[in-house]
């Protein structure tokens, strides 16, 4: 069929329902004429590629899609659906940004490490003279990580689960300052953390300082690098809005970072968890059992973070080639069909 016919046989239909975009109500109807549009957006694309036709039906079924999930309710298994799928496709987006994170933290702890090592003072800069004063008596007592002891499990987990929250919400937010900041946060959370660990190899505890920070460690410095992650995505939407405007960039960048931030949530609830009830025990627990908590802790992070974001992306990309329909002009509407449909 000529381009001329198929416009003369199907323009009044289409005139009718992109009217009836701003008129009707009924999810049925709407559905159906959705319908339509795809089996008329997919013949378009086939025979006439390119034409302002095929243009006119995509961003005409576009409007419909969005129209119907705007107004529809959200499945019970929609928050599920939100970690399953939509944050692991970020974290395969941002791979970069997370690879950059992880590698300027990585630099970090270095310098605090070589700093301690090169300034005996440089220690109690960081970590304070009443902690080192504190740990150098618990150290002589044979008990080096007592101060995970003190204080009652519940207050801990609280008062640490909010403070993690806090400081990857401030990571985030501060990514409005071209990245600056967040940078600033990874370098404080790197140096700390070197100049802490050398403080203990440098006493002779630090492989027991592994098995008993990293606890809950794994699992929070972990997430601490993701959170400098989503700072950094929101700094690249500032400063490299590409072919967007920056505004459109920025929102758009904002509300990913966001996304990252807000799945971590969970993941700073059991590092809590695991330093408010389970690190205070470090002394009665067996070795091996320390062993595997770390193991699990870290094949968790790499599996979530890194893994299986490769796996989804590839698991699409092969659903994407086997449709011939889907190009990648609405890759984004299939993959939200994806998500609204996952029950």
């Known amino acids: 069929m000529r381009e001329a016919q198929f416009l003369k046989q199907n323009a009044d239909k289409w005139k009718q329902y992109e009217q009836e975009l701003h008129g009707l109500d009924n999810p049925d109807v709407f559905a159906e004429r959705f319908v339509e549009l795809t089996d008329d957006l997919a013949y378009a694309r086939t025979f006439y590629a390119g034409s302002n036709t095929t243009n006119y039906l995509n961003g005409l079924t576009s409007r419909f899609h969005q129209k119907i999930y705007r107004n529809k309710k959200e499945k019970k298994a929609r928050i599920w659906t939100f970690w399953q799928f939509e944050l692991p496709w970020l974290f395969h987006k941002y791979q970069r940004q997370l690879l950059y994170s992880f590698l300027l933290f990585v630099a970090f702890?270095?310098?605090?490490?070589?700093?301690?090592?090169?300034?005996e003072s440089f220690v109690r800069l960081i970590l304070s003279d009443a902690y080192v004063n504190m740990t150098n008596e618990n150290i002589e007592k044979g008990d080096p990580f007592g101060v995970y002891r003190k204080g009652d499990e519940l207050t801990m987990f609280v008062m640490i689960a909010l403070n993690n929250i806090y400081?990857?919400?401030?990571m985030f937010v501060t990514g409005i300052s071209a990245g600056i900041f967040t940078v600033v946060f990874l370098l404080q959370n790197g140096i700390m953390l070197g100049a802490f660990e050398y403080y203990f190899f440098k006493h002779g505890v630090g492989w027991s300082s592994i098995l008993a920070v990293f606890i809950h460690g794994t699992i929070e410095i972990s997430v601490v690098i993701v959170a400098g992650c989503a700072g950094l995505v929101l700094a690249n939407s500032l400063v490299f809005p590409k072919t967007f405007s920056r505004w459109h960039s920025l929102l758009k960048g904002a509300r990913d970072a966001m996304k990252i931030t807000?799945?971590?949530?969970?993941?700073?609830i059991v590092a809590a968890f695991f330093e408010g009830f389970v690190t205070r025990h470090y002394k009665e627990m067996p070795t091996a059992l320390k062993i595997s908590i770390l193991v699990a802790s870290l094949a968790l992070i790499l599996?979530?973070?890194v893994f299986y974001p490769i796996y989804l992306h590839k698991k699409i990309e092969r659903?994407?080639?086997?449709?011939?329909?889907l190009s990648n002009d609405n890759f984004q509407l299939w993959l939200n069909q994806k998500l609204s449909s996952e029950s």
């Open 109 to 119: 702890v270095c310098i605090g490490v070589l700093s301690a090592k090169y300034d």
């Open 167 to 170: 400081v990857a919400f401030l």
């Open 262 to 268: 807000f799945g971590l949530v969970p993941f700073f």
């Open 303 to 305: 599996w979530y973070f």
């Open 319 to 325: 659903a994407q080639h086997d449709d011939e329909n």
